[in-house]
């Protein structure tokens, strides 16, 4: 089946510093999209990029399709960025998402 | 903005007792999810429902089925509670092949 690998499993930063988070997929995704989960909270869409450059905010994701990965950049990173991001794709011929186990980000001050 | 709206926010029941979970979007979507959140936090899909098309994730026990009234209404029902049906459940929708969004979740604790 579909499998979403996401690098690394968890990541601590100082307040201010980029953060680089990854995924890679096993096969096509016709859809792909990066979400936001606080301790505790709900899951919030931060960016839907099935190819290509997509930026809004301090956020930027880079989706390479053939190379079946993408990446997710936050700059200047703030302690409110602390939480769980989850890459999630959906494969060709399918529209149900399939999650990538997380990144676990802290933000120190 | 919350515009997939999921009730109630917490449930605590006994094992064969029977359950339901309401979700509704205001959204105008076509498509609506259903999803489990385990202990560690992986998300799985369980069911979608499109256009009266019910897409059945194969691992989902049978004691788990989906009602929708509209297609802006996709309700969980579980029929007799099991333990190991503690987790968060997620509510999304979209339009078909399009970003999708979630409500904040139904945590069911089963004792």
């Known amino acids: 089946g579909q499998q979403v690998q996401q690098s690394p499993a968890s990541l601590v930063l100082q307040e201010g510093e980029n953060a680089e988070l990854q995924c890679n997929f096993s096969s096509t995704a016709t859809q792909l999209q990066w979400f936001y989960q606080s301790p505790g909270g709900s899951l919030v869409s931060l960016l839907s990029?099935?190819?290509g450059t997509k930026h809004t905010g301090r956020l930027t994701s880079t989706t390479v399709t053939k190379e079946r990965r993408s990446s997710l950049h936050i700059s200047s990173s703030q302690t409110t960025d602390s939480g769980t991001y989850l890459c999630a794709i959906a494969a060709s011929g399918s529209w149900q998402l399939i999650f990538g186990s997380g990144t676990q980000l802290t933000v120190m001050p | 903005e919350t515009a997939v709206f999921q009730t109630p926010n917490y449930h605590v029941t006994q094992v064969g007792n029977e359950v339901s979970f309401n979700c509704k979007q205001t959204l105008g979507h076509d498509t609506m999810y259903w999803y489990k959140q385990d202990s560690k936090k992986l998300l799985k899909i369980m069911f979608s429902?499109?256009?009266?098309?019910?897409?059945v994730n194969e691992t989902v026990p049978r004691r788990f089925s989906p009602q929708s009234s509209d297609k802006a209404h996709l309700n969980l029902r579980i029929k007799s509670v099991e333990p190991e049906d503690s987790a968060v459940y997620l509510c999304?929708?979209?339009?078909?092949?399009?970003?999708?969004?979630f409500g904040k979740g139904t945590r069911l604790t089963v004792v």
């Open positions: 990029n099935p190819s």
């Open positions: 429902y499109n256009n009266k098309q019910l897409i």
């Open positions: 999304a929708s979209s339009r078909t092949g399009t970003e999708v969004f």
